[in-house]
């Protein structure tokens, strides 16, 4: 009897035991928890951002999926073993989000310093565009300098050509002023020479200016001179020192008493008397040419005593200013 | 005979305490989670004060269910369930945290990305107006 009770007990226990494992550990299906966590466990773990982005959450995946399988092998209840499955499950997805915000925040730090390189580059470039325009600027003023320099240039050469021009009008005014003096002079010359002539009473004649030596300086026959006709050499002695490039041609006349020859004999004479006389005064003989007409070329009637008297007569011819005598008789 | 009865009666012993144990390994013999359930709470205030109601209202609904529940079944003295529940509770607030500073992070690069993008087109091309 009390063997049979104990193997009656026996048996309820070993009926009891049977039940609780039966109901404790199913085997799990097939894509349980448990296999999930496993596998985004193992994701996780082999990447290296979120192992170092989360270390401490993969520890805790860790654990909890240790102890998931722990109980699993352990055959304890699928609701146990999911739970630690679901912690695991959970823990990894912490650590990826925290991994993906290291990530965002590496970026930032990242593009930050993008920013302040873009910003250094900016600023370059806006410094590089003003020294550009500084640039431009310097190039106009000194293409501004350039045109003014040349414009100093030309504004020295038009000087230059001013000056030369002033000087020139100065030599022309100066050349002017001397042609002026010296036209002047030769007009007071022109004039000297033809107040002497006039004061010597020369006449312009086709042979030149002829001056005639009237009867009153020669008598008669003779061939000495009256002290009136000696003034009138004078006048021409004067004249000739003057005008030393004149020379005069000394020419006798006579009346038509007495006969030819004698007449021309004494023609000859009366001019060579004046010849002697302007020789005296300081004349060079070489200036004086003599010459005797006779009675030829009267200048009145020879039937009357005033006509007589004006053929006889010494004209002296004055040359032109070369010393030449344009006509002869 | 006799020395089997005492044998068998050991074995019986044996086997009844085996029993006795694997009764009390399916059963809830745990403790009060009380400190799951703080832990659960602060995780949970943790992610609500962040904004996770706005970026991750999933998890934060379920993180805060669970508590209640863990709450409920604590209250109940089913503590092993509740302790589950209370580790669940703050696993889910803790991954509503982490999306939450994951999402304001990448909205942050967005916003630095837009910058420098528009940053790069001023570089680019240097006649538009000046962003500083």
Do not use: W
Not at chain 1, 74 to 97: K, M, R, S
Not at chain 1, 207 to 215: E, I
Not at chain 1, 224 to 246: C, E, I, V, W, Y
Request: with cysteine.
């Amino acid at each position: 009897m009390k063997l049979h009770s104990i193997q009656l007990s026996g048996i309820a226990a070993s009926i009891c035991a049977s039940a609780l494992i039966v109901g404790c550990a199913t085997t799990p299906p097939e894509n349980s928890e448990l296999n999930q966590a496993q596998a985004v466990y193992t994701s996780a773990s082999n990447d290296p951002k979120v192992a170092q982005a989360a270390p401490k959450q993969l520890e805790k995946a860790s654990a909890a999926l240790d102890h998931s399988m722990a109980l699993e092998k352990a055959g304890e209840p699928q609701a146990d073993v999911d739970h630690y499955a679901y912690l695991t499950i959970q823990q990894v997805a912490i650590a990826q989000q925290l991994a993906d915000a290291d990530a965002a925040q590496a970026y930032i730090k990242q593009a930050s310093t993008q920013r302040n390189h873009m910003l250094l580059q900016a600023s370059q470039q806006q410094t590089q565009q003003a020294q550009m325009r500084t640039q431009d600027a310097n190039a106009q003023a000194q293409q501004s300098q350039i045109q003014a320099n040349n414009a100093n240039a030309q504004a020295q050469q038009s000087q230059l050509q001013a000056d030369s021009a002033n000087a020139q009008a100065q030599d022309a005014r100066m050349q002017t002023a001397a042609a002026t003096d010296l036209a002047a002079q030769s007009q007071q010359q022109n004039a000297d020479l033809q107040q002497q002539l006039t004061a010597l009473n020369a006449k312009k004649t086709n042979r030149g200016m002829v001056l005639t030596l009237g009867s009153v300086l020669f008598a008669t026959n003779k061939t000495a001179m009256s002290s009136g006709g000696a003034r009138s050499l004078d006048k021409l002695t004067q004249f000739m020192h003057d005008n030393p490039k004149r020379n005069v041609m000394v020419e006798g006349y006579t009346d038509s008493s007495g006969g030819t020859e004698y007449n021309q004999g004494l023609s000859s004479r009366r001019a060579d008397a004046v010849q002697s006389a302007l020789i005296s005064d300081g004349i060079n003989p070489q200036r004086i040419a003599t010459k005797g007409y006779g009675e030829g070329y009267p200048v009145a009637s020879n039937d009357t005593r005033s006509g007589r008297q004006q053929n006889r007569r010494v004209e002296i011819v004055i040359s032109d200013a070369n010393g030449d005598f344009p006509q002869t008789r | 005979m006799k020395i089997k009865s005492v044998l068998s009666g050991t074995s019986v012993a044996v086997v009844m305490l085996l029993t006795g144990i694997a009764i009390n390994g399916c059963t809830s013999a745990a403790p009060r989670p009380d400190d799951a359930l703080v832990r659960a709470k602060t995780a949970v205030d943790q992610a609500t004060t962040a904004g996770s109601g706005q970026y991750a209202p999933v998890d934060l609904n379920s993180a805060g269910s669970k508590l209640q529940s863990a709450n409920e079944e604590e209250a109940k003295g089913n503590y092993k369930q509740a302790k589950y529940l209370a580790e669940e509770s703050q696993v889910d607030a803790e991954l509503a945290l982490a999306k939450t500073q994951d999402a304001k992070a990448q909205e942050a690069a967005d916003q630095v990305r837009k910058g420098n993008q528009a940053l790069q087109d001023q570089v680019d091309q240097p006649n538009n107006p000046p962003l500083m």
